[in-house]
Nanobody, 124 residues
Framework: VQLQASGGGLVQAGGSLSLSCAAS????????MGWFRQAPGKEREFVAAISWSGGSTLYADSVRGRFTISRDNAENTVYLQMNTLEPDDTAVYYC??????????????????WGQGTQVTVSS
C-alpha cells in the first residue's frame, strides 16, 4: 500500500491543523492505520491509531484529548485533526499502515508501511 500525507504547515500555539493521508494500491479497509511524528533530534514516536473499521482508536498520552484520528474507507483516507497545538507538537508527521488484517496495536508497535512525512510547526 502506498501512503501520501498532506496538510502540514505553520500554526500558532493554540491553533488547529488537519492532516490527511491518502492510501492506494491495496484494499484500505484491510489495514489499521496510524500517525507517528519525529521531532528534531528525537526518535519517531507514536501519536494515534485507528482500527480498520474506525471503531477503535488509540492515542499517545501527550495528544489525548487534543488530537482526533478518523478514517473514511470510501475515500481511502485517514485523518488527524489536531487542536490546541503546542510548540512541543512541532515535528514531521508520518502516516503508517499496519500489517493487513492485524489488530490495531500492530500499527502502533510494528507498522508495515510508511508514507512520506509532512512538517507541522507550532510557533509560541
Amino acid at each position: 500500500v502506498q501512503l501520501q500525507a498532506s496538510g502540514g504547515g505553520l500554526v500558532q500555539a493554540g491553533g488547529s491543523l488537519s492532516l490527511s493521508c491518502a492510501a492506494s494500491g491495496s484494499t484500505f479497509s484491510d489495514y489499521s492505520m496510524g500517525w507517528f511524528r519525529q521531532a528534531p533530534g528525537k526518535e519517531r514516536e507514536f501519536v494515534a491509531a485507528i482500527s480498520w473499521s474506525g471503531g477503535s482508536t488509540l492515542y499517545a498520552d501527550s495528544v489525548r484529548g487534543r488530537f482526533t484520528i478518523s478514517r473514511d474507507n470510501a475515500e481511502n483516507t485517514v485523518y488527524l485533526q489536531m487542536n490546541t497545538l503546542e510548540p512541543d507538537d512541532t515535528a514531521v508527521y508520518y502516516c503508517a499502515a499496519g500489517p493487513p488484517f492485524a489488530a490495531i496495536v500492530a500499527v502502533m508497535r510494528t507498522p508495515a508501511y510508511w508514507g512520506q512525512g509532512t512538517q507541522v510547526t507550532v510557533s509560541s
